[in-house]
């Protein structure tokens, strides 16, 4: 077997976080070397070649595949066809040829006799750790039917919450692109004909005119670098931060004006996650498990470590400074009642609501923020045009 390096978060005996790259075969036996060591695993992950990061292909899921594929397996196990049955019809009866290799993978699986949770974990196709631990405890209480429910549903409403933010961006970036149309008129189109004006100028043309002119000359005879260089950046950027969520998270939580939201959506991911986990059967160290690799995952570490520890889930949570004293309290109560999961899907849905209503009231501000700039720029374009020409004029007096 390929031997292979995988990068290790673990906690050390005494709490603190290590980071370090462990060989092996696969992350199982990874966990035992870290077992061996006597550290509790954060997370583990294969370390990629460069080109592997920055090119992933098409081997993940996006949230309306996901969710047309627990329809199907929904549909057909509540209608009483096993999940192997469901998986082979569909195998050689779905189109969308993405999904079929998927179901020819996980079929293949099944035959051999591997448990449906197992094959979603071994298949290339990369599924987050939150699907996988929901199908578990499926196979386990015997209603996969309705894990499938579940699944939709967490699904469902993560990609409404994508789209409202999605539905919402769409005026800004449409005055985004009349900013940028405009400005690439002004100075490819403008200023250069200001430009032959002023070739004759006797003096040394003022300071802000010399800057426009020479904006526009690299825009002008190095265009397609620009645009290469600009769509590289995008791109070399979003690659980096798909695989650094969490650092990307605390840099956000520092900045002004997003600070509020940012704790809004981890706060909400992380309450509507562990109602749904909780919900399902599934423990809280177990839940808090799953959810390592997602929004908060080294905070999610170190109160599982405390709650471990033998205290109680308040006393875990509130070391991760993102729940007010209200929020610790009804967990408290959700906690001594029994009725946790709603406690959390309560909270979750209310922070969802809540972080709604923060996106509207900021993109309220930036649209006219936008429209302060974009005059702004196109003044100081007109305006260090014009300079040279109330200079000649003030010389000529």
């Known amino acids: 077997m390929e031997i292979r390096n995988f990068r290790v978060k673990a906690m050390d005996r005494s709490g603190g976080q290590v980071e370090l790259t462990v060989r092996g075969v696969d992350a199982n036996q990874v966990q035992e070397e870290m077992a061996r060591r006597h550290m509790l695993p954060v997370s583990i992950t294969e370390e990629k070649a460069l080109l592997e990061r920055f090119f992933p292909g098409s081997r993940r899921l996006g949230d309306y595949e996901l969710i047309f594929f627990f329809r199907q397996l929904m549909a057909m196990v ?13 195998a050689d009866k779905i189109t969308d040829n993405k999904l079929r290799g998927l179901f020819g993978e996980l079929n293949t699986m099944l035959s051999e006799g ?28 015997s209603d996969l039917a309705m894990v499938f429910g579940r699944l939709i549903t967490y699904w469902e409403r993560k990609r409404n919450a994508r789209q409202k933010l999605i539905d919402a961006m769409i005026y800004p970036a449409v005055l985004m692109v009349i900013v940028v149309g405009m400005l690439a008129f002004l100075l490819t189109a403008v200023v250069p004909t200001f430009t032959e004006v002023f070739a004759d100028f006797s003096g040394q043309l003022p300071l802000p005119t010399r800057v ?11 265009f397609w670098i620009v645009l290469a260089g600009l769509a590289l950046v995008i791109f070399t950027a979003q690659r980096l931060i798909a695989g650094h969520e969490e650092k990307v998270m605390d840099l956000a939580s520092k900045l002004p004006l997003i600070s509020s939201l940012v704790r ?5 991911y992380f309450s509507l996650a562990m109602g749904s986990l909780l919900k399902a059967g599934m423990s809280v160290d177990d839940s808090l498990a799953v959810l390592l690799t997602g929004v908060y995952g080294d905070k ?38 029994g009725k946790l999961s709603e406690i959390f899907q309560n909270l979750g849905e209310f922070y969802e609501t809540e972080l709604d209503y923060g996106l509207r009231r900021l993109l309220a501000l930036f649209e006219p923020l936008l429209i302060l700039s974009m005059g702004v720029l196109v003044g100081f374009i007109v305006l260090a045009m014009f300079l040279p020409i109330i200079q000649m004029a003030v010389l000529m007096r």
């Open 212 to 222: 426009v002119i020479s904006v526009s000359d690299v825009i002008r005879e190095h």
């Open 300 to 337: 999610i570490a170190r109160a599982r470590v405390i709650l471990r520890g033998g205290r109680t889930l308040r006393e875990s949570l509130e070391t991760m400074k993102v729940f007010n004293d209200v929020n610790l309290q009804m967990i408290t109560v959700g906690e001594n009642t």
């Open 78 to 90: 509540s209608a009483g066809i096993t999940i192997g049955e469901a998986v082979n019809i569909l």
């Open 264 to 268: 809004l959506y981890g706060v909400s």
């Open 114 to 141: 591997r448990a449906f949770s197992y094959a979603l974990e071994k298949c290339s196709f990369r599924f987050p750790p939150l699907v996988i631990s929901f199908v578990y405890q499926g196979e386990h209480s």
